[in-house]
């Protein structure tokens, strides 16, 4: 069964450096989304894209943040210089395709940890 | 700003028995989707029901069932006949039905706070 795949599982990085976290979605899916969930809490939404741009973004998605779909197949999320308190869990999720109905389901990845020290 | 609120951060449940999770949203909407996540310890998040607003027939998968109360805007998720797979995080969430790209729906999920099921032995 096709599935969302995150790369790292997790990463430990020190304060200030520039972080990518990497996702393949389902191969014929058209709809991307970042979410992510600080330890033991709800999980937030940070940015949407679909043909190349970002359709949405939240306030957590500042300059900070970016993202990107370089050839294709992957999807990254970049932190340019993380602070603390982006350490959470990273989620990265796909949906849609122009064949099916959309049903709505996002298909989330296992997410990659992130650490801030 | 539609928002989703789950007001039990953790229940229980003995092993066989029913247990019900709670929610409750606010929308302005009339056409969405309502879905019933789970994340495990494996942390991966799985779907575990989906209803459409506009289906008064409660959505049924299995041991999953929900109780769609469209004008109350609730949602609740029940469990038969218990498992102790079953323990795991559960998350309510929401996404609007709207039309934006084409017939294609790009909006965003919202989560509720998610209720944290143990199931016993």
């Known amino acids: 069964e096709p599935e969302v795949t995150q790369t790292p599982s997790h990463q430990v990085t020190q304060m200030g450096q520039e972080v990518i976290l990497r996702c393949v979605p389902i191969?014929?899916?058209?709809?991307f989304y970042w979410y992510r969930q600080i330890l033991g809490q709800k999980v937030e939404f940070l940015v949407s894209?679909?043909?190349?741009?970002?359709?949405?973004k939240s306030e957590i998605f500042d300059d900070q943040f970016s993202v990107e779909r370089p050839d294709g197949s992957n999807f990254t999320l970049k932190i340019r210089s993380t602070k603390l308190e982006d350490s959470a869990m990273y989620f990265c999720?796909?949906?849609?395709?122009?064949?099916?109905?959309?049903?709505?389901?996002?298909?989330f990845g296992e997410g990659s940890r992130l650490t801030v020290l | 700003a539609q928002t989703v609120t789950q007001s039990q951060p953790e229940m229980s449940v003995q092993e066989a028995e029913t247990v019900t999770l709670s929610c409750t949203y606010d929308?302005?909407?009339?056409?969405?989707?309502l879905f019933w996540y789970k994340q495990p310890p494996s942390r991966q998040m799985i779907l575990v029901i989906r209803?459409?607003?506009?289906?008064?027939q409660n959505a049924t998968e299995n041991r999953f069932s929900v109780n769609f109360q469209k004008a109350a805007k609730s949602f609740s998720l029940k469990i038969s006949d218990s498992q102790l797979g079953d323990a795991a995080m559960y998350f309510c969430a929401y996404r609007s039905a709207r039309a934006v790209q084409g017939s294609y729906n790009t909006d965003k999920l919202i989560f509720g706070t998610g209720t944290r099921l143990q199931v016993f032995p």
């Open positions: 894209f679909y043909n190349n741009e970002i359709s949405e």
């Open positions: 929308t302005s909407e009339s056409d969405y989707y």
């Open positions: 191969s014929n899916h058209l709809y």
């Open positions: 999720a796909s949906s849609a395709t122009w064949a099916s109905m959309n049903t709505g389901e996002l298909f």
């Open positions: 209803q459409e607003a506009y289906k008064q």
